[in-house]
């Protein structure tokens, strides 16, 4: 009885899977040709978590909310993929002293709305976005701009709504001026936080993140929260990317795994990144639909300088320390290939990027290492830990790396885990970090002051471990003041090379970007901050 | 009668405000603050931190935040705002509930029907080889943990036999939501079978069904009316806090098929220190656990006339 009801059941089952799937099916038989037709209208899905935010530009933060933001606005520029700028909404991007920039608007964008991009839309935006009442989580990104201080006071009232350093000249043209010179600024203004608004955002803000209208290659359509996110492409668009497929649908995953089942099944067509369970299989599932490349993102560990442990340290001991570490044998055996041995504290892809800086720092030498941690009057304590947040799959790495440097220096290393990222930051953010803690950063913009200016300045917003170097913050302001963007990145290449003097963390491994998508696409890159990019890709008929 | 369900009603008042508050006690002595979370790896704004902790009630003492939010959701229905979206929690309650309701309530189905059908057949024929079966198969559900048997069951019926759909995509379709109501239903199903079986059993051997048999009465009648209704008041305890149960424990298996229901949703609320979305949340599985609770002490009085209420 029981066996006939239940087959009786996946029979109905069966069916109605069946007819769901039916289109997918049909696709799936064109896919093995590579030159097959291109429908110019057709829709591709991607994997992708709710976003944390509503969608407005400048408050999307982290990656499921960027990656729609990104392609329902466009900003001033963009970046291609060796890093250079390219022009998109603007015109031109003019300085003379690096102080004063002159933004030229390309005439004639329009929101999807209808109504015009102007100066003011950017200017607006901008002006919205840096005040605290507005509680942007992007905000300190317009910090840089005259008058910030007076939008934005640490004590006190606002003195001012408009910061003083924006000015409209005519419908397409406005003047930035920031408090002090910044030579790769232009590169700054890549990122979506500066994108434009439309004057219906401001009537109410909080439904316009619910129902965003941008400027971009792509037009909302639907957010069906914990579903999907859907985009049509935007036939008025104006810029360089003009989509080539029909639209997006970003479909919610909790979790990777069942992505890549999904994928696997023709029911998802891109993936950002594969699950460490799916590794091991995932090039062969996929063949030559499996993606596999680098992308803009570091992971180090960073002595908390505040310590007893560490205060005043002989930077040789760090560097022995970063010599006890086997990057190579761990990157292929516990990360399985997913990572690259870092050469630097500059992740691949940004301007300014080096292969080498010069040091052996990096190579694994037991011996040297010893000699070295030796000289510099050892490890206090003879003992580290190395803090990390067990939600995100750090724990074999740490206990590798920390195996690596007891087996070759005889430190004790063990792992310092904590519940979850927000238990991991709060410690950091508290500076109660018993030794060293686990850090990674993702590329802003590609310019490798990014890496270096953002994470090792005294007051640098990035900087959580404490570390502090006259001569560091000098050369930072050295390479600010530059004349041109050239000099400056030149600037801050001495500046890294000079790092293993100083040793403000150990770098560990370059981040990869290990996707796949189905054989209903083809065209699909991605981008240097891991993305996949989306107007790129074609859908087969 | 009345006077049982207004009693039964004015309880839940104490247990309704000691759920919630124990819940926000332990979400604030969780370490790590939400409004913090959303900043990442980069530092924030201070300004714009204070200005959203602000927002939220954060920087007020825990029992302040307690009296606040518990008079909001009284007085106003307003369950507070989602810190990271900035949605209101009912809109977020919304979107959950009604996906976790069907997959519970389709599990629910199976696990009543086939479970108690199953338990019948066992407990009519105990001691024979379909009851030895059934008890074997019964063991080996409650045994296997729920993501295993959900992984056996992606694999052979969503990757190699290619019957169904390997994840839910679609929260309204049934023919998805099949599978993981299967692998949900199962443990409890099990359970359902056992209860059934022994009761049948043992009242199998009753006076008043031999009185029943030797009246002459068929044996559909016989079991169908007279064993069955006394039997099955064990099993619709089991099955009325098994409700509660099935809306607010599907974390493993909601994760497990990508389904955004009220166990997903408490998983992430929990990582992300939402007191306010978790409060709510659990607030309505407390109202659901409560209301089933009394229907099953209802129900008692339909199936046996000598159970009466004061």
Redesign the interface.
């Known amino acids: 009885m029981r066996g006939a009801k239940s087959a009786k059941w996946v029979a109905i089952a069966a069916v109605v899977a069946l007819a769901a799937t039916a289109c997918g099916g049909s696709d799936g038989d064109s896919g093995n040709d590579s030159n097959a037709a291109v429908d110019p209208n057709g829709k591709f899905s991607i994997e992708v978590g709710e976003p944390q935010n509503p969608l407005q530009p400048a408050n999307t933060m982290e990656s499921n909310g960027s990656i729609v933001t990104r392609a329902l606005f466009t900003g001033l520029v963009d970046y291609d993929s060796s890093g250079k700028i390219v022009m998109m909404n603007a015109q031109s991007v003019d300085t003379t002293d690096n102080k004063t920039f002159t933004v030229k608007l390309k005439p004639g964008w329009k929101f999807h709305d209808g109504t015009p991009v102007t100066a003011e839309s950017y200017v607006k935006a901008w002006n919205w976005a840096a005040a605290p009442a507005n509680k942007q989580t992007n905000s300190f990104w317009f910090s840089d701009i005259q008058g910030y201080a007076d939008v934005a006071p640490e004590k006190g009232k606002p003195k001012a709504t408009e910061m003083s350093g924006l000015k409209v000249v005519d419908d397409n043209t406005f003047t930035i001026t920031l408090t002090s010179p910044i030579p790769y600024f232009v590169y700054k203004l890549g990122y979506e936080v500066f994108s434009p608004l439309p004057e219906s955002f401001y009537k109410d803000p909080k439904a316009a993140g619910e129902k965003p209208i941008g400027n971009g290659p792509y037009k909302f359509v639907s957010w069906d929260h914990k579903k999907q996110i859907e985009v049509v492409r935007n036939d008025d668009y104006q810029g360089p990317n003009k989509a080539k497929n029909g639209g997006v649908i970003f479909k919610n995953y909790t979790n990777l795994e069942t992505a890549y089942e999904d994928l696997k099944s023709g029911n998802v067509d891109v993936l950002r990144q594969i699950a460490p369970r799916d590794l091991p299989v995932y090039k062969q599932d996929l063949g030559d639909r499996a993606v596999d490349q680098a992308y803009s993102a570091i992971q180090t560990i960073a002595p908390a300088f505040y310590t007893k442990q560490w205060k005043g340290i002989d930077p040789k001991v760090l560097q022995g320390l970063s010599m006890a570490i086997d990057r190579n044998t761990i990157t292929k055996t516990v990360l399985q290939g997913t990572r690259e041995p870092a050469t630097g504290w500059v992740a691949k892809g940004v301007l300014g990027y080096q292969p080498s800086l010069g040091t052996d720092i990096f190579t694994y030498d037991p011996a040297k290492a010893k000699a070295l941690i030796k000289e510099g009057g050892g490890v206090p304590g003879n003992k580290i830990s190395i803090q990390y947040n067990a939600d995100g799959g750090h724990k074999e790495w740490v206990e590798a790396v920390c195996g690596s440097i007891t087996k070759a220096v005889g430190v004790a290393c063990t792992g310092d885990s904590k519940a979850d990222f927000q238990a991991d930051l709060q410690a950091r953010d508290a500076k109660e970090v018993k030794s060293m803690y686990r850090s990674g950063w993702v590329l802003d913009y590609p310019f490798n002051a990014n890496f270096l200016r953002d994470l090792f300045g005294t007051n640098s917003s990035g900087n959580q471990s404490g570390f502090s170097n006259p001569e560091i913050d000098k050369l930072i302001k050295d390479a600010d003041a530059a004349k041109t963007e050239e000099e400056s990145e030149k600037l801050y290449q001495q500046l890294e090379k000079k790092l293993p003097e100083y040793m403000p963390s150990i770098p560990l491994w370059y981040y990869k970007v290990n996707a796949g998508f189905s054989e209903k696409v083809t065209g699909v890159k991605y981008a240097q901050d891991g993305d996949p990019i989306l107007t790129g890709v074609q859908v087969k008929k | 009668m009345g006077r049982y369900v207004a009693r039964r009603l004015l309880q839940m008042i104490p247990v309704f405000i000691g759920t919630t508050l124990l819940i926000f006690l332990m979400v604030y002595a969780?370490?790590?603050?939400?409004v913090?979370?959303?900043?990442?790896?980069?530092?924030?704004?201070p300004?714009?931190i204070?200005?959203?902790r602000h927002?939220y009630g954060l920087d007020q003492p825990i029992l302040v935040q307690y009296w606040n939010y518990m008079k909001d959701m009284i007085l106003h229905g307003d369950f507070g705002t989602q810190i990271?979206?900035?949605?209101p929690v009912t809109?977020?309650l919304g979107?959950?509930f009604p996906v976790t309701l069907r997959l519970a309530s389709l599990a629910f189905a199976i696990e009543a029907v086939?479970g108690i059908?199953?338990g019948v057949?066992a407990g009519l024929r105990a001691g024979r080889l379909t009851d030895n079966v059934?008890l074997v198969?019964t063991l080996l559900f409650i045994s296997i943990p729920i993501f295993v048997l959900g992984f056996i069951c992606?694999l052979v019926?969503?990757?190699q036999l290619?019957?169904?759909?390997?994840?839910v995509?679609d929260?309204t379709?049934?023919?998805?939501l099949?599978?993981p109501a299967?692998v949900l239903a199962t443990a409890s199903l099990a359970y359902v079978t056992r209860l059934t079986r022994t009761s049948i059993a043992e009242n199998r051997r009753a006076d008043y069904v031999r009185t029943a048999i030797a009246k002459g009465l068929p044996r559909s009648r016989v079991v169908g009316v007279h064993v069955m209704r006394n039997s099955l008041i064990p099993v619709i305890t089991y099955l009325g806090t098994d409700i509660g149960a099935l809306m607010g424990g599907a974390i493993v298996t909601?994760?497990?098929?990508?389904i955004?229901g009220v166990g997903?949703t408490i998983y992430e609320s929990l990582?992300?220190?939402e007191g306010t979305t978790l409060v709510g949340l659990v607030t309505i599985l407390v109202l659901v656990y409560l209301l089933a609770n009394l229907l099953v002490d209802l129900l008692y009085a339909v199936l046996d006339p000598r159970i009466r209420y004061a």
């Open positions: 969780l370490p790590g603050d939400p913090r979370g959303l900043f990442g790896d980069k530092a924030g704004d300004r714009v204070a200005a959203l927002e990271a979206s900035g949605r809109d977020v979107d959950a086939l059908a199953l057949l059934i198969i992606k019926f969503a990757e290619h019957w169904l759909d390997p994840n995509n929260s379709n049934y023919g998805q099949l599978m299967i909601e994760g497990l098929f990508n955004q997903g990582v992300r220190r």
